[in-house]
């Protein structure tokens, strides 16, 4: 066993914020089906300000058979 102190987990530690972001766009072709089985989420823009921008970037990615690769951490400090 390798002896960890405290200073050593947090130094080792996965730090992440809450956020959201675009990481890509990939052709629907290449998105496997078994992965809008389970574990999926349904996002939405509840922002008035950028509403009419959402709603643009969905409707083009649907135009083109797109689909958005994102990063989703919901809360700090927890998985991505």
Known sequence: LVPFTSID???LSFKTE???SI???LKMKHI????FMSNSYIV????PN???AFVALVAGCRNRNSGI???QVLRDNGVP
Do not use: M, N, P, W
């Open 23 to 25: 990481i890509g766009f």
């Open 18 to 20: 809450k956020d959201f």
């Open 44 to 47: 939405t823009c509840t922002d």
């Open 69 to 71: 690769l994102a990063r």
């Open 32 to 35: 496997s089906h078994h992965l």
């Open 50 to 52: 950028f509403q009419d």
């Open 9 to 11: 987990e947090d130094v």
